[in-house]
Nanobody, 121 residues
Framework: QVQLVESGGDLVQPGGSLRLSCAAS????????MAWYRQAPGKQRELVAT???????NYADSVKGRFTISTDNAKNTVYLQMSSLKLEDTDVYYC???????????????WGQGTQVTVSS
């Protein structure tokens, strides 16, 4: 079974930096897309950043220029490097992946357990 395990959430001061990690494990033939979402209480889960198998990235306007998504393919891991953190970045961050566990033509969607990022002075 495929699992996504997140780590790196922490308390950080405004203007600080933090790196989130999400490692995929289990039966994996290919990973087509990995992404980071975040969700505040009472709000919709929102897309933060995506990266596909070709290395193409996309970012939400609110984080553009401050966050960077990247992968270590040998480790099946996606990272979110967060810089110049703001109070409004406080959220639970969720890892997402579209993965083919058995054949390239059959894919499934997986979610990490969530990791808390708190930006506070």
């Amino acid at each position: 079974q495929v699992q996504l395990v997140e780590s790196g959430g922490d308390l950080v001061q405004p203007g600080g930096s933090l790196r989130l990690s999400c490692a995929a494990s289990g039966s994996i033939i290919s990973i087509n897309v990995m992404a980071w979402y975040r969700q505040a209480p009472g709000k919709q889960r929102e897309l933060v950043a995506t990266i596909n198998s070709a290395g193409m990235t996309n970012y939400a306007d609110s984080v553009k220029g401050r966050f960077t998504i990247s992968t270590d393919n040998a480790k099946n891991t996606v990272y979110l490097q967060m810089s110049s953190l703001k109070l409004e970045d406080t959220d639970v961050y969720y890892c997402y992946a579209n993965i083919a566990p058995f054949t390239r033509r059959t894919t499934f969607q997986y979610w990490g357990q969530g990791t808390q990022v708190t930006v506070s002075s």
